[in-house]
């Protein structure tokens, strides 16, 4: 930042919050003991210990870290699990055929032995956490350090994994210890009429009506520790489990979410907000956007296609509409200007300090990272995306004994026309996008050699694999397209790349730390990183524009005035409509939004009320404020939560699961 940009600035600095802003914030369960007086002040009615504790069964034993990106929740004695329909999605879309078509049909296990298992996914049970800063911080060698304080949890029992993660910038380390549970079965999901009803049209909207949930069972050992899949595996006997509470919520009702907030950047410069709001999120949405159409075009012209492409299409098209409200809310709030603004006061304090000249360094080292971000980012979402050539380096790195299998579940979903004609579209922006001294060689070679992007795709589609044959995998040009493009990324792109950004790293360590000596009575959090997380807040509704008030409830009523047959999205079951028909469900709730601050990683995260009891399932954001993981505001920040009532009426009217309702426990 320059003097005069300063200068510029100082005028702006009276709009500087002084605090952390109503109900933002994703707080670390170990020390929550911190926030518990507000969290009483807002209806709270249990204590620290009954969220966090290490000495007696706590509301942490009932949340786990779902297939390593999502959360989930015990709700049962043996093992029940409710996550996200989405986060299910991929297991569904495995066990799913033409013939058993689950994600158009639903599954319900109507016996155990009927529950299906899923090689690949595990839960993870947050067993403690612990402050190592000391540890870390003191010794010759920081990464002995951790590995040593890793081995010695990993040691320490059955089916322990651990990881020391760093919190503000290395300001910080926490040991976290998990038990980790690899025999998860499918219970249970809706229809995708229903789990995903709206689908990407209503993906990030408000009003919402997904039912998105899915059921997993969770299986141990004998001795209820755990063990890879076997037919002599039992439910798993949870320490602690949910009870339900079909009450209802209100407007204003307290709520908060336990769970494992993904990734978030409240604490960076004007220069990043800038990038992301301007340059980043743009060229990605573009790129999608291709991308998607291409997909929907295919898919719809076949069920089996569908099938096939339904778990790709809503892996890209979730961050690609959540980057459009990102992207507009950075404009909308005049992000980078606030940012600019407190980086002006900053200056101006941190004169003559440790701190003085810090933030004019890290402007420019960002003016230098930009460009090569930019080319680091464009690859990954052009080259590195067709899946031909992937396939073709996972097949050749592949052992073995693991490449029939591997072949087997790549050609299941793939159909070459399909990506080849997205290869035509990515590469085209690619060549037109990326400056030459970003590109590898073998661009410009093969644009000499083919002359076109379509020719050039006919050579690339034209092997071996492409007909599934796979004796000389390695000398197809499919893989050596990806060879390239992956050892540029690898080598050239992402190496640089880091090391300009680990000096930007270690210049905000000293950042974040000026900032807690800058504003000293602001309660700092520390940015999400997939650890485990409370955040709390109200349920409550917001205005989005002029004149518009959004009601923080959704019911069956909506869901209904959306069904149409005709669209795919919004074709709802026969048997909802039935059920509607008769006149007795008509103001069933469905979803709810609160002020819970959340981020990916939240989806199937239990939504708790005031006495700890399970209310709703986090699932989403609302598009006007997926600016969150950089900047809460929250006059438009919700969360968007499937209403628990909503699930049990699916489950038991819609679905005719009733009797799993048996194992859940009711408060009173």
């Known amino acids: 930042m320059t003097i005069r940009k300063i200068a510029a600035a100082l005028a702006a600095i009276a709009l500087l919050l002084p605090a952390v802003r109503a109900d933002e914030g994703m707080w670390l369960p170990m020390l929550i003991s911190q926030r518990i007086e507000h969290m009483h002040e807002k209806g709270f009615t249990l204590g620290a ?9 706590s509301l942490k034993d009932a949340v786990v870290l779902f297939g390593g990106g999502c959360t989930g929740e015990v709700v049962s004695p043996e093992g029940l699990l409710f996550t996200n329909h989405h986060c299910g999605y991929g297991q569904i879309q495995k066990h799913s055929s033409v013939e058993h078509d689950y994600l158009r049909d639903g599954f319900w296990a109507l016996s155990r032995e009927e529950e299906l298992p899923n090689p690949g996914l595990s839960v993870k049970f947050l067993e403690y956490m612990q402050d190592v800063t000391a540890e870390v911080s003191s010794a010759s060698d920081g990464q002995a350090a951790i590995d040593s304080l890793v081995t010695a949890a990993e040691t320490a029992g059955k089916g322990l994994s651990a990881s020391v993660e760093e919190f503000y910038y290395g300001n910080q380390y926490f ?33 919402r009506h997904t039912g998105d949930f899915s059921i997993f069972r969770i299986y141990a050992g004998p001795d209820n520790e755990p063990a890879e899949y076997s037919e002599d595996n039992v439910p798993y006997r949870p320490k602690k489990y949910f009870r339900i509470s079909t009450a209802g919520v209100q407007e204003g009702d307290f709520t908060f979410i336990y769970g494992f907030p993904g990734s978030t950047r409240e604490y960076v410069t004007s220069d990043e907000v800038r990038y992301i709001g301007e340059i980043s999120d743009p060229a990605k949405i573009a790129l999608r956007t291709m991308r998607l159409e291409i997909m929907k075009k295919y898919m719809d012209s076949s069920q089996d296609l569908r099938i096939r492409y339904s778990s790709k299409y809503a892996s890209v098209s979730n961050a690609w509409k959540k980057w459009q409200g990102e992207a507009g809310g950075i404009e909308r709030n005049g992000t980078v200007a606030e940012k600019e603004a407190y980086e002006a006061g900053f200056a101006g304090w941190a004169a003559g300090t440790r701190y003085d000249g810090l933030l004019d360094r890290l402007d420019s080292l960002y003016k230098v990272l930009e460009p090569l971000n930019f080319a680091r980012e464009y690859t990954y979402e052009t080259a590195l995306t067709v899946e031909l050539p992937g396939f073709a380096t996972a097949y050749c790195n592949a052992a073995e ?57 006919d050579a690339v589609f034209g092997g071996d694999l492409s007909k599934g044959e796979l004796t000389d995998a390695a000398d197809d040009p499919a ?50 990183n997939l650890t485990l997380r409370v955040a709390y807040g109200n349920v409550a509704g917001y205005a989005p524009a002029d004149g518009v008030w959004y009601k923080p409830v959704s019911t069956l009523n909506g869901i209904m005035e959306k069904d149409n047959p005709d669209i795919f999205d ?41 006495d700890g009891n399970l209310i709703g399932l986090n699932f989403d954001r609302v598009w006007e404020g997926t600016m969150s993981d950089i900047a809460f505001d929250p006059a438009f920040c919700r969360n968007i939560c499937l209403d628990i009532r909503y699930l049990l009426f699916v489950m038991d009217k819609v679905c005719g699961a009733g009797a799993l309702l048996n194992e859940l426990e009711f408060a009173e």
């Open 175 to 207: 040991l976290f210890v998990y038990k980790e549970f690899t025999d998860v079965r499918l219970v249970g999901a809706p229809p995708s009429s229903i789990g995903k009803f709206g689908g990407d049209t209503d993906n990030w909207m408000w009003p």
């Open 401 to 457: 004994e693991d490449r029939e299998e591997l072949a087997s579940d790549f050609y299941k979903d793939w159909w070459l026309p399909l990506d080849k004609e997205c290869f035509i579209a990515v590469m085209g922006a690619y060549a037109e996008n990326v400056p030459e001294k970003f590109r590898p060689a073998y661009f410009d070679s093969s644009m000499v050699r083919y002359g076109s992007i379509p020719a050039w795709a």
């Open 49 to 57: 210990e009954d969220i966090y504790s290490i000495n007696q069964a």
């Open 479 to 528: 893989y050596a397209f990806r060879k390239a493009f992956a050892d540029h990324y690898n080598n050239v792109l992402l190496p640089e790349y880091r090391r300009i950004n680990g000096e930007i790293t270690a210049l905000y360590k000293d950042y974040m730390r000026g900032q807690m000596e800058f504003e000293p009575d602001k309660a700092f959090y520390p940015d999400a």
């Open 570 to 610: 919004y074709d709802v079951p026969q048997k909802l409509r039935e059920l509607y028909a008769t006149g007795l469900y008509d103001d069933v709730p469905v979803c709810f939004i609160a002020t819970n601050h959340t981020s990916g990683g939240n989806s199937g995260s239990p939504v708790i009320d005031a």
